[in-house]
């Protein structure tokens, strides 16, 4: 069993940065994909980046490629989701999530745990 709790969003303008924390229970986090997800109220929740249990892999989606960086602390039982030049449509809940997997999910059928979300706004 594995909980989850993210942290670091907020309201921030176009072209500017946030970090997001997702904080991990649980002896054998370094055997979890970790991934973060989006989702707007009236869509469906979108695949934003996954990271493999070392760390060495990461995925990510189009829209995000080049401004975010999905990183991990196994140590501290962290991820953390660097999201620079922010646009108004990245505005959304992200949640992190975990999967026991050696091969990363890119889908959110994929995943097993859940945190709760954290709000991130950027206006324009």
């Known amino acids: 069993q594995v909980q989850l709790l993210e942290s670091g969003g907020g309201l921030v303008q176009a072209g500017g940065s946030l970090r997001l924390f997702c904080a991990a229970s649980g002896r054998t986090f370094y055997s979890y994909a970790m991934c973060w997800f989006r989702q707007v109220v009236g869509k469906e929740r979108e695949f934003v980046a996954a990271?493999?249990?070392?760390?060495?892999?990461?995925y990510y989606a189009d829209s995000v490629k080049g401004r975010f960086t999905i990183s991990r602390d196994n140590a501290k039982n962290t991820v953390s989701l660097q999201m620079n030049s922010l646009k108004p449509e990245d505005t959304a809940v992200y949640y992190c999530a975990a999967k026991y997997t050696i091969v990363v999910p890119t889908t959110k059928g994929g995943y097993d745990y859940w945190g709760q979300g954290t709000h991130v706004t950027v206006c324009s």
């Open positions: 990271i493999g249990w070392s760390g060495g892999s990461t």
